[in-house]
């Protein structure tokens, strides 16, 4: 494996220019500048609220400053809310290029969208001059979602994933496992992981959260596909999406933009503090993505039984098929067929073709998603209370 | 081993042995007969690949487990080998909702 070393040590998989809206208004013009730049390494990311939201602002310095990212055009409309100086600021400490453009500053789409091809074109001849350096995997974070989760996903494809944790983990990785409102039902089994009893307390409480949440909200986390793929509560749904956890004790609670400290497994509780305000509290899939990689992560593990497609902006993300008929139907998506499973191939095997995988994406081989030019990214409103003393024991 | 050799597996997976339904291993048709616990069983209703059917006969109120677990509890008993899904089991915790707007209860 190779990475692109950045100022706080961290290396990156990839070497990506982010352009970055700062509010809806001037996404037209970021997509533009993304589209007309030419380059697949150049990702459209944003926020398209123009209140101010201070999680959406900790997610984006977190985003822009992801390992994966090696410079941002910041692009704003002018009169939104969004503290672009800050933004700006934060990324130019981290020692990237970064660059502002205000469109009502900048004379409109029109000159916006010269002045930004000018500014991608040269942070590109830039990064290309950096030369990757050895990277190990205990400098690797790996997070896992699931996605159109069927019957066969909680047999196939998430333990599969569940192995593949063991085995970075064992080499000192960092893996990141994930919505709590999916992991109800399990908390009991979760808190007995943990690596002390506080923290298995934070576990239960934050799951108790997660229910109450979704509880006003009318719906649990469970879509019609999920049953129409033979599950048929969100339970069952929870103790399928439990199996990508693995077996390896949990070091850590943490929330969106919080980096693991060190290698081990942490669950990332994504499920606003407080009243519920803002919605539901991940509208798709792509939204654990982000939160997932603003935590770190460099590549992402996607179960799907039904069949996603999706991929990411600035981190690769990796296709486990679950359900051997969804990957006949749809193999040109899919990185691996842990649907085999269900026709006689071991577990471990299937484990251990995602581990070799997460190594050969890392080390340059692009994803299926990724080869396809999926850059999906959602980022919407949220509020978040700082985790508590318990929720990171060894740090 | 291919597609093909698993035609000889058997359709029906027990995923732990405290469970109370198993789980089809691949689209199984009506009147096929399969094995559920050593028996010979006549499949009542086709099924399709991921869904689940009762162990044994179940009671309204039993509590179903799958992987061990509870997933939830019968709303109406069920006779061996019969589907369970949305329409006689319901969760423990928050209903579920399918695409026509009928919800697990």
Sequence with gaps: MRGYLRKDGRKGIRNVVAVAYLVECAHHVSRLIVQRSG??????????????????????????????????????????????????????????????????????????????????????AELAKQAPVPMALNELIVGTVCGGSDGTSGITAN?????????????????IFEETGELIGCERIMASRAITPELGREIEVCVEKAANYYRIMGYGSFAAGNSEGGLTTLEEKSMGAYSKSGSSPISGLI????????????????VPDGEPRFGFPNISDNAEIVELIACGSHLILFTTGRGSVVGSAISPVIKVCANPDTFERMSDDMDVNAGRILQGAELDEVGREIFDLVQRVAAGETSKSEALGHQEFILTYKQFEPIGPACLPAA | MSPNDSLRLPPLLLLHPDDNIVVARRDIAAGERVELDGESFLIPA???LGHKLARRALAAETRVLKYGAPIGSMKAAVARGEHVHLHNLRSDYIQSTSRDGNDGH
């Design chain 1, 39 to 124: 380059s697949e390494d150049v990702h459209l990311i944003g926020f398209p609220g123009c209140y101010p939201n201070k999680y959406a602002l900790e997610m984006m310095k977190r985003l822009c400053t992801h390992p994966n990212v090696g410079a941002v055009l910041l692009v704003s409309l002018g009169c939104e809310s969004f503290n672009r100086e800050e933004l700006r600021r934060t990324i130019h400490a981290s020692g990237r290029p970064v660059d502002l453009l205000v469109i009502q500053q900048s004379g409109g789409t029109t000159r916006t969208l010269n002045a930004g091809l000018d500014v991608v074109r040269r942070m590109r």
């Design chain 1, 159 to 175: 333990p599969a994933v569940g192995r593949c944790f063991d085995w970075l983990i064992e080499n000192d990785a960092a893996c």
């Design chain 1, 255 to 270: 929330k969106p933009g919080d980096i693991p400290p060190r290698s081990g497994l942490y669950l990332l509780d994504v």
């Design chain 2, 46 to 48: 086709t099924v399709e």
